[in-house]
């Protein structure tokens, strides 16, 4: 597949090393015009740009700055400022790929734009490539299954604790995503619940010397962990009936 003009492509790249960018992934990004990449404000580098650099070559790169900050309506606000932009280009039958890390549609800045450009071009013109994400890797780390037969799997943000403590009670496997913020409160319900043990951490999953693996919270003191972290809980098996 290459890009199209006046085409816009939404492109996971997994969890931020070259060779886990799917063989798409790689050749829209090698023949879009234009690569779009999200910056949180305040950092200085973009993993997303790092993990793809072995493939850019004359491509036009834009860096997108966005608040981290919890407010609907400002987020919404500058992502439809910046659809607008991307219309401009995509007029001018430039073909345009923004780049995230893990998949497009999991927790992805991407998806506030893919909301902004919803209206103003056809379906046709927008494209969607799945990435590696984040608790697909994390799982990998540990050899053990996520799933088994009957077995529930729930995905959520870990930022709401009372409805973390209600997903336990729903299925046999829960992923948390955002957890280095609400560590300490997210262990004591774990404890409480005994599944310490069960529990697992990964944080910067494939990004060298910052990676972190827990194998097991029991024992564990938590330490400042970087954004990028995923807990995996397994409480127990679900057996065909």
Not at 214 to 239: A, F, H
């Amino acid at each position: 597949m290459q890009a199209q003009p006046g085409h816009f492509y939404a492109v996971g790249i997994g969890p931020g090393t070259p060779d886990l960018l799917t063989i798409r992934a790689m050749r829209i990004i090698e023949s879009a015009d234009v690569i779009l990449t999200p910056q949180a404000k305040g950092s200085n580098r973009s993993l997303a740009l790092t993990a793809i650099a072995p493939y850019l070559s004359g491509q036009e790169v834009m860096t997108i700055k966005y608040p981290m900050q919890r407010n609907a309506d400002s987020t919404r606000d500058r992502w439809n400022n910046v659809a607008q932009d991307v219309l401009e280009q995509l007029e001018q039958k430039k073909s345009i790929a923004m780049i995230t890390i893990g998949d497009p549609l999991i927790f992805a800045t991407t998806s506030y734009l893919l909301h902004g450009l919803a209206d103003q071009i056809s379906k046709e013109k927008i494209h969607l490539v799945p990435g590696i994400s984040a608790f697909q890797i994390g799982a990998s780390r540990f050899h053990d299954p996520l799933t088994l037969q009957e077995d529930r799997l729930t995905l959520m943000s870990a930022t709401n604790l009372e409805a973390v403590d209600h997903a336990l009670d729903n299925c046999e496997t829960l992923i948390l995503y955002k957890a280095a913020g609400v560590i300490n409160e997210l262990m004591g319900i774990l404890k409480r619940r005994g599944l310490l043990g069960s529990s697992k951490l990964v944080s910067c999953a494939e990004q060298g010397e910052r990676e972190l693996i827990i194998d097991s919270l029991e024992g564990w003191k938590p330490t400042q962990l970087n954004y990028m972290t995923t807990l995996i809980v397994r409480i127990g098996d679900r057996r065909w009936k």
